[in-house]
């Protein structure tokens, strides 16, 4: 498993949330599951951290 920093590089609204620029999460996942899946871990990590989980 590797640990990526996963940053947002401009300003994204849909469904109701909002991600800032500059805000990140640092999430631990296969590199396979990164590029093939999206990886749930990320959406939940930034879920978690803008407190909408």
Do not use: H, P, Q, W
Not at 4 to 22: C, H, P, W, Y
Not at 24 to 50: H, Q
């Amino acid at each position: 498993m590797s640990l990526f920093l996963i940053t947002v590089k401009s300003r994204l609204a849909a469904n109701l949330t909002v991600m800032e620029k500059g805000m990140t999460v640092e999430v631990s996942c296969r590199d396979s599951e990164l590029y093939a899946n999206g990886c749930d871990r990320i959406a939940i990590g930034f879920k978690i951290k803008s407190k909408l989980y």
